[in-house]
């Protein structure tokens, strides 16, 4: 495999169908280095159904079972060669400090690093709703200040999506926040997929407005298709997940745009096309961006 400054990664959402020993083999197949837990508790209607990126999952890892056998997962992500890098909990700003310090406990045990905690309410802000910006960006500094603070007891980083619909949603918006911390406090998940939903931004100034606040890289693709009409007339955009290579946004450009401005942090494959096997989602999406990074 062609070896790069910018590794390749997954985030564990993704392989919904594979227990975890299928997934160290298929990431060493891939040539992928760096994994990103998904502690989550499988909602109740979805245990027993099929595999789903966000709903039933073979490797039921819940926040509990990570403090509980975190040694163990860390144990064999190292054997295998592979960096534990990450945790992604479904928590929030409004969290209580003890669901926050099981997330940040759990990271510190399997020595992931950082851990995502998304804003107040999980996107930040009411929707279809008028808002007052600078007190929502206010409460969420806040929030923040509160977070950082209990993930230094654990010797854990802080990091916040650029989740579409978010009150962090672009670069700008996510820049808003982190300029409150140090970069070693407070980071962001450059989601680039996320980006191709929000709309189109040019890869080097997207890169460049947070710099060193870029801890590490969601990476996958989506498409705009045709939507429904309002009863005005107008036409509504609607997306799809699509493989990396078939994304509207050019995905090489964001990759030599991190490069070039010497943002050389992994980058975590969140493949979510449709009916495809998860090791087929990751052994396309692995293969592309390898033959990608071997170009710059």
């Not at 159904?49 to 975190?70: C, Q």
């Not at 030599?256 to 396309?284: W, Y």
Request: aromatic share 8%.
């Amino acid at each position: 495999m062609p070896i790069t400054t910018l590794p390749l990664g997954v985030t564990a959402v993704m392989l919904p169908d594979l227990d975890f020993d299928e997934q160290i083999a298929l990431l060493k197949r891939c040539g992928v280095t760096h994994y990103s837990i998904r502690p989550r508790i499988i909602p109740e209607g979805e245990r027993g159904k099929a595999w789903g990126n966000w709903g039933n999952h073979k490797f039921d890892l819940t926040p509990a079972r990570l403090v509980k056998e975190g040694k163990e997962i860390r144990k064999k992500l190292l054997d295998a060669g592979l960096t534990p890098f990450g945790t992604v909990p479904a928590v929030t700003l409004s969290d209580s400090d003890d669901v926050l310090k099981e997330a940040f406990e759990g990271a510190a045990i399997t020595g992931a690093g950082r851990v995502r905690v998304s804003p107040l309410n999980w996107t930040g802000y009411p929707h279809n709703q008028v808002i007052n910006y600078a007190e929502t960006v206010k409460k969420n500094v806040e929030g923040y200040q509160r977070v950082v603070t209990l993930a230094r007891g654990y010797k854990q980083k802080v990091v916040i999506e650029t989740h579409c619909g978010s009150i962090a949603a672009s670069p700008a918006l996510a820049l808003n926040i982190c300029r409150n911390f140090k970069p070693e406090d407070l980071g962001t998940i450059f989601d680039i997929a996320n980006f191709n939903i929000e709309g189109a931004y040019n890869p080097n100034l997207a890169v460049a407005v947070l710099d060193q606040y870029i801890d590490h890289v969601h990476i996958g693709g989506s498409r705009r298709v045709q939507g429904l009409y309002d009863s005005a007339g107008c036409r509504q955009s609607a997306t799809v997940q699509v493989p990396i290579g078939e994304a509207d946004l050019y995905i090489p450009a964001w990759l030599k745009a991190l490069h070039d401005a010497g943002r050389h942090v992994p980058l975590m494959i969140e493949d979510f096309t449709q009916n495809v096997s998860g090791a087929l989602r990751l052994e396309t999406s692995a293969a592309a961006l390898h033959r990608a990074l071997a170009s710059l």
